[in-house]
């Protein structure tokens, strides 16, 4: 395959064409825009057709299949988590919060990027394992529970260095805005569970494990003959997006 072909096959793609094309419209000030009701819609409807194949995947499969790729994924979220949260410390010079914050969405995997990547892969006729939205769903919390973790004891020991520097017993207008920073692992992890982008994903794999292929006949025609479609329409927004932000990368330098 000679480098015109691979560019062909790599960008001149409806996926991305049409991702050229928002920000296209966006820089030549365009009034296009996808109505906000369609916006909130795509990312749903997105994440219950991969979540609905997942689910019939696992089916397939099995469960003790997909155990070894589900631990080495979370091995690996941990990772990029602790690995980026090094390197923006050190080399970026954030502070550990910030650090801390970013490097969990190093670790964690976006729903939607996941459909799109996902998506490619199928236009391109490159199989993937259908249970790797089942993998997908545990990433999710795994580097933001892990980043609050790691925050918490940062703070706790700024706590205590704060407390022993004083010996009065009280404590310090420093000492009470850290203790409001703290927050209950049991309180993010519910958040990330109940999310809805979890939620959707969660239940469409039940659902899709539950119904088989067999069930999954009457809806094909919605949750897959369509899935490209949607996939389209939604890059146009993020065409239009990120047409509307490049002004702030200049203003950044």
């Avoid at 395959?1 to 409806?14: F, G």
């Amino acid at each position: 395959m000679d480098i015109l072909q691979l560019i062909q096959s790599n960008l001149l793609t409806p996926i991305v064409l049409f991702f050229l094309f928002g920000i296209i419209a966006a820089r030549i000030k365009s009034d296009l825009k996808i109505p906000q009701a369609i916006s909130e819609f795509l990312p749903i409807y997105l994440l219950a057709a991969i979540g609905l194949h997942g689910g019939i995947q696992m089916r397939t499969t099995g469960f003790e299949n997909m155990l070894v790729p589900m631990l080495v994924a979370i091995a690996l979220s941990l990772l990029f988590t602790l690995n980026h949260y090094q390197i923006l410390r050190k080399l970026g010079k954030f502070n550990i919060f910030d650090s801390y914050a970013l490097a969990s969405t190093y670790g964690a995997v976006g729903a939607v990027t996941f459909s799109v990547g996902l998506s490619f892969l199928k236009n391109q006729g490159v199989t993937s394992e259908g249970y790797l939205a089942a993998v997908l769903a545990v990433l999710e919390p795994v580097a933001f529970i892990l980043a609050i973790f790691l925050t918490n004891m940062a703070v706790s020991k700024q706590i205590n260095a704060k407390k022993q520097s004083f010996t009065t017993g009280s404590k310090s207008d420093i000492d009470v805005g850290l203790n409001e920073t703290k927050v209950k692992l049991s309180k993010i992890l519910r958040e990330s569970v109940t999310g809805k982008a979890i939620v959707i994903l969660l239940g469409s794999i039940v659902i899709g494990y539950i119904i088989g292929k067999e069930g999954f006949g009457p809806i094909k025609i919605v949750f897959d003959d369509l899935f490209t479609g949607a996939i389209v329409i939604f890059m146009i927004e993020m065409g239009i997006i990120a047409g509307q932000r490049l002004d702030d990368l200049k203003k950044v330098g």
